[in-house]
């Protein structure tokens, strides 16, 4: 990491500008003599001999250490110095680690730097006291902003432009009540307003979507995200929850294998019948998941359906999966879930061919298509909140750029350090 430091002093001596004016004054439009000083966690590296290398496997701490002229009792102690901050038998192969050793003909290591991830670091102090600490690296975030089309997939459409494919899990997540991203198809059209976390120049993560556009059957869904008194969440602009009474599939990255229909063949009884669920294709042990918040009303095993949960949501509706590999210990009749929580796995006990989970969808009663019903939607922003959120809306629409030939990931506005 680099720190400019301006030499005010030289400057008023040079440029005489005015009477003890600070850097900043004094740069209006002449040039000002700035010496770069490297700096890495916090160390001046130009005062050492600075060393950068990998872990390698089964390399220890003594290994690294003892070519530096480390004697094996202070590295014995340090090791046993560490022990409260880092464990030094969990260095791990492949990470990298910088020695900081003496400019003198000695060249000793005073100092062991070992990168425990991109962000967070430990420094191993050999001089005088010895001591360890942990220390961060500053995280700058970026807004960034992506747009495009659907090509081939979504996670790869994003890749080519240059965006963390993560995004795409993100989409789904914040439009899994409103858009069924197992039914994604080309021509769909996305676009991304979020941030992202750089360290050193280098991304370790998406942070956040602020807003975005899915276009579906030519159809606009925005989403902007809001966070305010205990509401948080993705609303439309008209700051209705995106977020639905239930998920629309109890599977993540399955596809469906089977549709909701009066009449089909059934692959294991060999004949025409009713399949009145969804039948989502997934590998033995994939986690089921509750898709609305409710109480278990069974939860066993059954000659046809195998081990099956079925839950109560509400006075209208239930919803029951089958033929899982497990029911998760826990779940059974009377035990509360909420959304999103596993309730057992993908397997294919029971009448099934293959590992799936036939997902049924009750409402009053009655067995019904999940994916044809209008199901209701989470409660949108308070009154009170609106022009709140109308300025957030005004303002994550002012950092999407005007004109964007060519689709591709942007930096916008300014870089924030944290
Ligand atoms: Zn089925």
Not at 286 to 313: C, F, L, Q, W
Not at 354 to 363: A, E, L, Q, S
Not at 385 to 396: C, E, G, T, W
């Amino acid at each position: 990491m680099k720190k400019l430091v301006w030499w005010s002093v030289l400057a008023v001596i040079f440029f005489s500008i005015g009477c003890g004016p600070s850097a900043e004054e004094s740069n209006d439009g002449t040039e000002i003599l700035v010496e770069e000083i490297n700096e890495e966690y916090g160390f001046v590296t130009d005062s050492f001999l600075v060393i950068k290398d990998k872990v390698r496997k089964n390399q220890n701490l003594s290994e690294i250490l003892l070519p530096y002229g480390v004697p094996y009792a202070t590295i014995d102690m340090i090791a046993r110095a560490s022990k409260e901050v880092f464990d030094v038998r969990k260095l791990a192969a492949g990470k990298p680690y910088t020695i900081f050793c003496t400019k003198d003909s000695s060249g000793y290591a005073t100092c062991f730097i070992y990168e425990a991830n991109p962000r967070d670091y430990v420094v191993f102090n050999l001089r005088d006291s010895l001591h360890v600490y942990m220390g961060k690296k500053p995280i700058e975030k970026r807004t960034q902003y992506v747009k495009g089309t659907v090509n081939s997939s979504l996670y790869v459409d994003l890749q080519n432009r240059g965006a963390d494919p993560v995004l795409a899990i993100e989409l789904s997540e914040i439009y899994a009540w409103t858009i069924d991203f197992y039914r994604i198809q080309k021509g769909d059209a996305f676009e991304i307003l979020y941030t992202e976390n750089f360290v050193e120049g280098e991304s370790i993560g998406v942070d956040r979507i602020l807003s975005c556009t899915f276009t579906h059957y030519d159809k606009p869904i925005k989403a902007y995200y809001f966070e305010e008194e205990g509401e948080k969440g993705y609303f439309d602009e008209n700051g209705n929850n995106l977020k639905k009474a239930f998920l629309k599939a109890p599977v993540k990255f399955s596809r469906i294998s089977s549709g909701y229909s009066m009449k089909r063949f059934h692959p294991v009884q060999k004949r025409f019948k009713a399949h009145l669920g969804t039948d989502y294709a997934a590998p033995t042990g994939t986690p089921i998941v509750a898709v609305g918040d409710g109480v278990i009303s069974e939860a066993k095993y059954k000659p046809n359906n195998g081990n099956y949960v079925k839950m109560r949501h509400n006075s209208v509706y239930e919803t029951q999966y089958l033929h899982m590999s497990k029911i998760k210990s826990g779940i059974k009749p009377g035990a509360r879930v909420q959304q999103g929580d596993v309730i057992g796995y993908v397997g294919s006990t029971g009448l099934a061919t293959g590992p799936h989970v036939c997902f049924r969808f009750w409402k009053n009663g009655k067995q019904v298509d999940h994916r044809r019903e209008e199901l209701p939607s989470a409660l949108p922003i308070a009154e009170n909140l609106m022009a709140k959120f109308k300025l957030v809306i005004a303002k994550n629409d002012s950092l999407i750029p005007v004109s964007q030939p060519k689709a591709v990931n942007i930096v916008v506005g300014n870089p924030v350090k944290r």
